[in-house]
């Protein structure tokens, strides 16, 4: 059977020596036997062994972490669990990552068509990136409940003019009132506004929402800061959110 000395079992796993002290140290990384000089001797399941822990290390776990890992019955299995979770992390990390990166393609994107790139500016850029996804999360909530009311509100008119039955009208309009006042609340409360002029963002009146002129992003409004009117930016900001700020 082949044995390695501290130097050797170093050498075949790209670590120093005194790391193989250290871990002998820590008990996780003990020599199989002695030579009759009382040198430590390491064979090939130690060098798996340093092998497997400097992989973890790799993988940011801790000594201690390791130390447990390896004094497990089942060590392979929780092993694997453990690999299993850092994968998702790292999975996740990665995510982060591109969204980062997708974030500083749409900054450049917008800096590129000829704006000034003044702090204000990119301020702006940065809370209509930022409240994206959850704009988005908003406009599909109000999507998806608003079918089921088109649905009924579709029926009912067949039912009237084909069948001369305008019950089911009441009934739609029983529904679509309620649902009308709930969603329109719910909308006023989840958007805020920038400002182009002063880039300040305000929450303007439900009044003024609803009979601005608008598109799909933005609203006609003026801006309570320095009363300019004109388009504004639509973005997701909770009441609750300008609450905490106040």
Same mark, same amino acid.
């Given at each position: 059977?082949?044995?390695?000395?501290?130097?050797?079992?170093?050498?075949?796993?790209?670590?120093?020596?005194?790391?193989?002290?250290? !871990?002998? $140290?820590?008990?996780?990384?003990?020599?199989?036997?002695?030579?009759?000089?009382?040198?430590?001797? !390491?064979?090939?399941?130690?060098?798996?062994?340093?092998?497997?822990?400097?992989?973890?290390?790799?993988?940011?776990?801790?000594? $201690?972490?390791?130390?447990?890992?390896?004094?497990?019955?089942?060590?392979?299995?929780?092993?694997?669990?453990?690999?299993?979770?850092?994968?998702?992390? %790292?999975?996740?990390?990665?995510?982060?990552?591109?969204?980062?990166?997708?974030?500083?393609?749409?900054?450049?994107?917008?800096?590129? $068509?000829?704006?000034?790139?003044?702090?204000?500016?990119?301020?702006?850029?940065?809370?209509?990136?930022?409240?994206?996804?959850?704009?988005?999360?908003?406009?599909?909530?109000?999507?998806?409940?608003?079918?089921?009311?088109? %649905?009924?509100?579709?029926?009912?008119?067949?039912?009237?003019?084909?069948?001369?039955?305008?019950? !089911?009208?009441?009934?739609?309009?029983?529904?679509?009132?309620?649902?009308?006042?709930?969603?329109?609340?719910? !909308?006023?409360?989840?958007?805020?506004?920038?400002?182009?002029?002063?880039?300040?963002?305000?929450?303007?009146?439900?009044?003024?929402?609803?009979?601005?002129?608008?598109?799909?992003?933005?609203?006609?409004?003026?801006?309570?800061?320095?009363?300019?009117?004109?388009?504004?930016?639509?973005?997701?900001?909770?009441?609750?959110?300008?609450?905490?700020?106040?």
């Amino acid at each position: 059977m082949a044995t390695y000395t501290s130097g050797e079992i170093a050498k075949i796993c790209q670590v120093t020596v005194r790391t193989v002290q250290y !871990y002998d $140290k820590r008990g996780i990384l003990s020599p199989t036997t002695l030579s009759e000089g009382g040198r430590r001797l !390491y064979s090939e399941a130690d060098v798996k062994q340093l092998k497997l822990i400097c992989f973890l290390r790799e993988l940011g776990l801790s000594l $201690k972490a390791i130390e447990s890992l390896l004094k497990e019955e089942d060590a392979g299995h929780v092993i694997d669990l453990v690999l299993e979770e850092q994968s998702k992390d %790292l999975h996740a990390q990665l995510l982060d990552i591109h969204e980062k990166l997708n974030k500083i393609k749409q900054l450049k994107s917008q800096l590129d $068509k000829g704006s000034e790139a003044s702090l204000e500016k990119i301020g702006d850029i940065s809370r209509i990136m930022a409240s994206k996804k959850e704009l988005s999360q908003m406009r599909w909530v109000i999507l998806m409940t608003g079918i089921p009311v088109t %649905l009924l509100q579709w029926f009912a008119l067949y039912e009237g003019l084909a069948h001369g039955n305008w019950g !089911y009208v009441l009934i739609w309009l029983a529904v679509a009132v309620p649902y009308g006042i709930i969603i329109s609340r719910y !909308y006023f409360k989840s958007t805020a506004y920038i400002c182009p002029n002063c880039h300040e963002v305000f929450k303007p009146s439900f009044k003024q929402v609803f009979w601005a002129s608008h598109t799909p992003t933005m609203r006609q409004l003026t801006c309570p800061h320095c009363h300019h009117q004109g388009f504004c930016v639509e973005i997701y900001r909770k009441e609750e959110q300008d609450e905490r700020h106040s």
